[in-house]
């Protein structure tokens, strides 16, 4: 049967880096409560530059890491919850940026789960032999719906990109489960359209993003583990076959969390977020990536990719690495 694999990492972070120290002296947090209740220490954060401009370094980045030309894509898709305008859609700005000419072009919103789903997409696409290759972005600027007055959500989050070419192969992207509890959707929510922000009149109008963080931690560690052991099971799997859980990055906590209850060593869970937060749905791609140039990943090594976020959303992927 055919499958699905990446074949290609990359990612971007603009260049302004913002320590937790930088934000102490702007309002009444410290290093030491970020560090301890999230795992936190910095994060990057777009000046003058916006969500597709991001994922169009983020592109250029997986392209040059890759065999293929940008002509050769036969889609994107753009997973993001903060896309610049409403239309035309990230994707088509991805496009014409990087000369994918031959590419039809779409975003997908599902929050920090957004790229497991886009992941999901195009492993159809491929399985079902409607195309051959493509490539998934998760891109984000949260830095522009997050209330900087507001400490208990703005410390969280962070701005970047990162993506992959999914192409035919004859092993790759493994059973992917995913869900969602519409229920939920207060618990994490931003319900503004204004979202260009380009005057301090239109900040002024904008609905921030808001969290409840205990709820949302509780559903992660509830639900992370949950959607993981479902994909397990369908592959016939036990936990310590798995060489790396590669989870979004929202929380050091809840990513310990899932740790204990999967039974398996911390080390198995490897984190960035100490570096750039919260980056949503560029979260997994920018992990991937930093782990892929490191060496850390081993041909043929199982990994669980798994995201959660507002909706609410979830999913896990079995993923056989052989980049
Ligand atoms: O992609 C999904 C995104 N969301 C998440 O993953 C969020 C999951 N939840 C969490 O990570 C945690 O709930 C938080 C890190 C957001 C908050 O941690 P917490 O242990 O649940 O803290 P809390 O909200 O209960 O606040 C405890 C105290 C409060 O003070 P009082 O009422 O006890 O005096 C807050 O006002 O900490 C205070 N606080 C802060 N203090 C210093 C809240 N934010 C800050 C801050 N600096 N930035």
Redesign the pocket.
Known sequence: MTAAKITATGAYVPEREVTNEDLARVM???DE??RS??GIGSRHIAVGESTSQMAVKAAMDVLSRSRWEAEDLQFIIVATGTPDHLFPNMACLVQEAVGASHAFCFDLNAA?SGFLYSLSVAKGYIESGMYERGMVIGAETISKVVDWTE??TC??FGDGAGGVIVEKGERGIGSVVMGADGKGGDV?RCYSSNILCHSEESRKRIDYLH?D??E??RF?ARQVPAVIEEVLDREGLQADQIGHYIL?Q??ER?IAAVARKMKEPAEKFPVNLSRYG?T?SASIPILLHELDQAGALQPGEKLILAGF?AGLTWGAALVEWNN
Request: charged residues 10%; positive net charge; aromatic residues 8%.
């Open positions: 009444d947090t410290s409560w970020i209740r999230t920090c400490r208990s410390v969280l994490l969290m963080g205990q949302v931690f992660a979004h929202a929380n809840i919260n949503s976020g």
